[in-house]
């Protein structure tokens, strides 16, 4: 792991809670195990979930373009490629099982799915369209090609200097490919029990090539999600696929966004799990099966990937519920029919999200530690207040109702001013 040993200074003052002293020792690299075995392992474990995330992904994506059209077929198989097999990981992980055994798992599952005969004939006949698709739209193909070798360039040449990154980021992908599940972790600091999906997802690119190479680069394939969730949004403005990623990547090229994919930070990550909840809840009219796995998947990402998107997250799925269960209600179906899959299908995603909030319950009794804040009467004890996370006073109560109140009038007062 190519960042620096870090450890938390306790302080006074709540504005400088995530002071840290940063110290000249090296994380141990390549081999993040003495055992030469156990690197083996996982170097195999990691070549094995990126062909099963690209199986996953190269099968929704065959599937759902014939009737869903090939921009959202590739963001909805791009999400479960990517949050949905993080989010079983974490599953997973927190029963125990590591990671490397569940991509054997998954590695079966897809392999035993393909080699039934009508996935593998229907497979087939799509593949033919696909290619003469692809020699189409070869423009956009090249620029999110030139998009992302930029940024895995500098993945490979740059070193990890962020601070969150040598802080907690970093240590926790080194101990999820060491111990391979969410338990038993050494922790340097306590900011390293910070939910953190993308560090999980991002165990195949750590460790696949053996060495470290691409571990800055675990936000890679979120800017690509991002990319295919503002295609999507675009498909109504514009009809031809590289104009749509053209703009896309005119976006996304802006230094808030273009600096974080090659190091160790989640906030690509974040943004692309909420633009894509947020895609489905504007431009779904037709609410079937993966449309509802795709958003709870994004629900839940938004939830796992940092302890400030359970408030998100909430909000996002009942926004969601309610205009899927509008529109269903729209095509004829009773009330109960509409609303009770919806409810389903995102809360099996969302329990998978729970993984590190589980975890910690069971280490310190606050499932949002190292974050301190209330629950009605209940204290959850930490070392940095919740109320640092969020701009204005809203206090550090996780449910309080002036809390929701000053939260929906900052998001409106963004809406009017357009900040």
């Not at 099968?59 to 909805?76: E, I, T």
């Not at 200097?161 to 600091?189: E, F, K, M």
């Not at 675009?234 to 966004?257: E, G, K, N, T, Y």
């Not at 909030?357 to 919740?386: E, K, T």
Request: charged share 10%; with cysteine.
């Amino acid at each position: 792991m190519r960042v620096l040993l870090a450890v938390a200074v306790p302080v006074t003052s709540s504005s400088s809670s995530r002071a840290c002293l940063v110290m000249e020792a090296r994380w141990s690299a390549p081999r993040w195990s003495l055992d030469y075995s156990r690197y083996v392992l996982n170097t195999g474990a990691g070549i094995l979930g990126i062909a099963v995330q690209v199986s996953i992904f190269g099968f929704l994506y065959l599937v759902s373009a014939p009737s869903r059209g090939r921009s959202r077929a590739l963001l909805f198989a791009a999400v479960v490629a990517l949050n949905g097999y993080a989010l079983v990981l974490l599953g997973l992980a927190t029963l125990g099982v590591p990671w490397q055994v569940s991509n054997v798992l998954l590695g079966v599952s897809v392999a035993t799915l393909y080699a039934t005969r009508g996935v593998r004939a229907g497979t087939l006949r799509a593949r033919g369209s696909l290619l003469r698709w692809l020699r189409r739209a070869l423009p956009a193909v090249a620029i999110i090609g030139l998009l992302l070798g930029i940024q895995v360039l500098a993945v490979v040449l740059l070193p990890e200097l962020s601070i969150d990154g040598q802080l907690y980021h970093g240590p926790v992908l080194a101990q999820l490919v060491d111990t391979g599940t969410v338990w038993g972790w050494q922790t340097p600091n306590q900011y390293m029990y910070y939910t953190d999906l993308t560090m999980l997802g991002g165990v195949n690119l750590a460790t696949f090539a053996g060495a470290a190479v691409f571990d800055n680069g675990v936000q890679l394939p979120h800017l690509l999600l991002l990319v295919l969730a503002l295609n999507v949004l675009l498909a109504r403005r514009f009809d031809r696929a590289w104009v749509r990623i053209a703009f896309a990547a005119l976006l996304v090229s802006a230094p808030v966004i273009w600096l974080q994919p090659r190091i160790l930070y989640v906030d690509v990550a974040y943004g692309a799990a909420v633009a894509t909840l947020i895609v489905l809840i504007v431009t779904s009219r037709r609410i079937a099966g993966l449309e509802m796995v795709v958003a709870g998947v994004s629900a839940a990402a938004i939830l796992a990937t940092k302890p400030t998107g359970i408030l998100t997250s909430a909000l996002l799925a009942v926004v969601w519920i309610i205009v899927a269960s509008w529109r269903r209600r729209g095509d004829g179906l009773p009330l109960a029919r509409a609303i009770y899959p919806l409810l389903l299908v995102a809360a099996i995603p969302m329990s998978l999200g729970l993984g590190f909030y589980v975890r910690n319950l069971v280490s310190s009794g606050n499932p949002v530690y190292p974050v301190q804040a209330s629950l009605g009467p209940i204290q959850l004890r930490g070392i940095v207040d919740l109320s640092v996370f969020a701009s204005g006073d809203r206090g550090s109560g996780l449910f309080d109702p002036g809390r929701l109140i000053s939260y929906a009038g900052s998001l409106g007062t963004g809406m009017v001013n357009g900040v």
